[in-house]
C-alpha cells in the first residue's frame, strides 16, 4: 500500500486548507484512515480518523474545527481543516490500519503504512 498526501501550505490564523492522501489497494474500503501530525520538537499525535464503515474520531484540539472523510471510489481521504490557529503548524501525515483491531484508532502502532507527509504552516 503506497501513500501519497498532499495539500499542505502556508495559511494565516483563522484560514482553510484541505489535505488529501490517495492511497493504492483494491481493498481502500476496509482500511481505517488517519492523519497525524508532528509539530517542530514535538511527538507525533493523533488527529483524525476514519474508519470502513464512516465512523470518525478527532483528537480534542481540533474538534469542531477539522473534518475527515472519504471518497472510495477515489481511494482518497479527506482533512478539512478550518479555523486554523498557529498551534496546528506541522507536517501532517495520513497513515492506513488494514487489520483494525476494534479500539479507538488513535494509536500509532495500528497503522501499517504511512505517508510522506505535508507541511501545513499557519501564521499569526
Known amino acids: 500500500v503506497q501513500l501519497q498526501a498532499s495539500g499542505g501550505g502556508s495559511v494565516q490564523a483563522g484560514g482553510s486548507l484541505r489535505l488529501s492522501c490517495a492511497a493504492s489497494?483494491?481493498?481502500?474500503?476496509?482500511?481505517?484512515m488517519g492523519w497525524f501530525r508532528q509539530a517542530p520538537g514535538k511527538e507525533r499525535e493523533f488527529v483524525a480518523a476514519?474508519?470502513?464503515?464512516?465512523?470518525?474520531y478527532y483528537a480534542d484540539s481540533v474538534k469542531g474545527r477539522f473534518t475527515i472523510s472519504r471518497d472510495n471510489a477515489k481511494n482518497t481521504v479527506y482533512l478539512q481543516m478550518n479555523s486554523l490557529k498557529p498551534e496546528d503548524t506541522a507536517v501532517y501525515y495520513c497513515a492506513a490500519d488494514l487489520n483494525y483491531s476494534g479500539s479507538y484508532p488513535s494509536a500509532q502502532y495500528e497503522y501499517d503504512y504511512w505517508g510522506q507527509g505535508t507541511l501545513v504552516t499557519v501564521s499569526s
Open positions: 476514519i474508519s470502513w464503515n464512516g465512523s470518525t
Open positions: 489497494g483494491r481493498t481502500f474500503s476496509t482500511y481505517v
